[in-house]
């Protein structure tokens, strides 16, 4: 059990590498009502002042050992409800870090908001999209806006502007029941977006989506078994994240590449709210409302440099709690290898604690995937 300080930090800095991402809340507000979504404030019209733009843009070049371009993510509520002027007002201040090859814009985007003149804004600062659409249209049922209707064409209609401007981008696809039933047809419809990439989000509890029926680990297994066999059929249509990773694992294990896996750390994923405060290991924690974590938050940009809040990160106690979580996955997991350990939101909202372990995200989007490939390849070897 670590008690010294110093050991606390050692832990800290064997599990946890400087930060390769940074998210960025431009805004509370989203012009949808998703029935699944976890933010609690995406109702209130938050704005985040240009003078924590220009704080972060100083601060994230004092990372130590970077020697890859630092993501700026642009995420949640929903962040081109700012509007093109403010958007580019936020941009501004990371410019020269981007003619330099220093950061790269990301932004996620439900693509309801994109017009033409939005398109050329993204072309302008090269910021790299990614779409959130769950799949064909009754699929997409729980994506609806603030009077319940539908937001299926409206997205449909930013993709057509994305595509015609010839802007790559990503998808991000929540997977709820019904879609957990019917991979091939989510995937045949997503081949037709024009994407380079899919990441899939089997649906979870967490935040304020707390009484939705969640798709379970056989369920889960049956999804990633089709999915692969989707993507080995069909590949080269696009990419599936989860997928890849998997695919990643198994290449660098296959060629003796292991000590190259295992040395890797987990990226702290600081996330900047509207107001500059910083809550780290996972985006869905900012605006969580927890006492005993002092409600996640690390520190504030305006007040200290953000070098200095992870560097005293250790001291955190949901951050102990959560190095105490990955040591148990590790000792106890036999997933743990590929999995690397639980998300820390999925821990607390699900169990409540950030020392525990298994998680119904660990069940569906890392366990499942695993036995999904070892299901078909028992099945190969004894067809």
């Known amino acids: 059990m670590l008690s010294h ?89 990371f410019e020269a870090l981007r003619r330099e090859g220093r950061i790269h814009h990301y932004v996620q985007t439900n693509a309801t908001p994109i017009t033409e003149t939005w398109c050329d804004l993204l072309a302008a600062y090269d910021v790299r999209v990614g779409v959130s659409i769950d799949g064909p249209a009754a699929v997409n049922s729980a994506r609806v806006d603030l009077r319940g209707k539908p937001a299926f064409d409206r997205t449909l209609r930013g993709i057509k502007y994305l595509r015609e401007h010839g802007i790559p981008f990503s998808v ?59 993507t080995r059929e069909r590949g080269g249509t696009f990419t599936v994240r989860e997928v890849e990773r998997l695919a990643e694992y198994l290449q660098l294990i296959r060629t003796g590449q292991r000590a190259g896996w295992d040395q890797r750390r987990l990226d702290p994923i600081p996330t900047i709210s509207w107001k500059g405060e910083v809550v780290l290991l996972s985006p869905e924690l900012a605006d969580a409302q927890a006492p005993e974590y002092g409600n996640f938050v690390a520190g504030s940009i305006l007040d200290q440099p953000l070098t200095e809040i992870l560097h005293g990160a250790y001291r955190l106690r949901y951050v102990r ?9 590790q000792a106890e997991c036999e997933f743990f290898d590929f999995c690397r350990g639980a998300q820390a939101s999925n821990r607390y909202f699900e169990n409540g604690s950030l020392t525990t372990t298994e998680t119904n995200y660990c069940r569906t989007s890392r366990q499942a995937l695993v036995t999904a490939l070892s299901t078909l390849a028992t099945k190969e070897t004894t067809a």
């Not at 091939?184 to 994407?195: H, I, K, M, Q, V």
């Not at 649906?203 to 989707?230: H, K, M, S, Y």
């Not at 709690?321 to 996955?329: A, H, I, N, V, Y």
């Open 5 to 93: 300080p110093l050991q606390w930090r050692a832990r800290y800095q064997q599990r946890f590498a400087s930060p390769q991402t940074v998210v960025v809340q431009p805004t509370t507000w989203c012009n949808l009502d998703c029935r699944y979504c976890y933010l609690p404030f995406r109702k209130l019209k938050h704005q985040m002042p240009e003078e924590v733009a220009h704080a972060l843009a100083q601060q994230v070049t004092q990372f130590e050992d970077i020697d890859h371009p630092i993501g700026i993510v642009w995420h949640g509520g929903e962040p081109l409800a700012v509007g093109q002027q403010k958007f580019a007002a936020l941009l501004a201040p």
């Open 172 to 230: 991000i696809s929540v997977v709820g029941t019904d879609g957990i039933t019917m991979p091939e047809e989510l995937l045949e419809f997503l081949a037709t977006l024009g994407c380079h990439s899919v990441g899939f989000n089997i649906e979870e509890i967490e935040g304020a989506n707390t009484d939705r029926q969640t798709p379970t680990p056989v369920q889960a297994e049956d999804f990633w078994c089709r999915t692969l066999t989707w």
């Open 321 to 329: 709690d959560f190095l105490t979580g990955l040591d148990r996955c």
